[in-house]
């Protein structure tokens, strides 16, 4: 197989972007809603963390856009399997696409908004 030339990869990186960043308009001009599934493991201190940083998440920045589902493992392990979780807490972003995982307690605002595709509004301090 020919190797790609270095301008070949920052095109294509480049054309990736744009299409994400088109579908990012796409989503927030459509109005679509977010659907989000958390999936965490009983009532330890991560999940709890998990659960209660991605309810502020969605209430400040998701308002009336968002629907997450929260999926106890424990209750619920053929989910595991299926959906192919393999550690937990874990946030799946189902739509709009792409697919996007975030694992651990969901404390890293920033890193979350940016994998959702949602560019905070700068103010006038910031």
């Known amino acids: 197989m020919p ?8 095109r294509d990186r480049w ?8 579908q990012q308009q796409l989503a927030e001009e459509s109005g ?12 330890n201190l991560h999940s709890v963390r998990a659960i209660e940083n991605t309810r502020r998440l969605c209430a ?12 106890d493992l424990y209750q619920q392990p053929a989910l595991a399997q299926r959906d ?10 189902l739509s709009p696409p792409p697919a996007v995982r975030f694992v651990g307690d ?17 103010t006038g301090n910031q």
């Open 15 to 22: 054309a990736a972007r744009a299409q994400d960043e088109f």
């Open 60 to 71: 400040a920045y998701l308002r009336g856009k968002c629907e997450l589902h929260v999926i």
């Open 106 to 122: 969901m404390s890293d605002t920033d890193k979350i908004l940016r994998g959702l595709g949602i560019v905070r509004r700068k």
């Open 32 to 43: 679509a809603t977010y659907v989000l599934r958390l999936y965490v493991a009983g009532t």
């Open 3 to 10: 190797r790609s030339r270095p301008a070949d990869r920052i």
């Open 84 to 93: 192919r979780i393999l550690t937990v807490p874990v946030l799946v972003k």
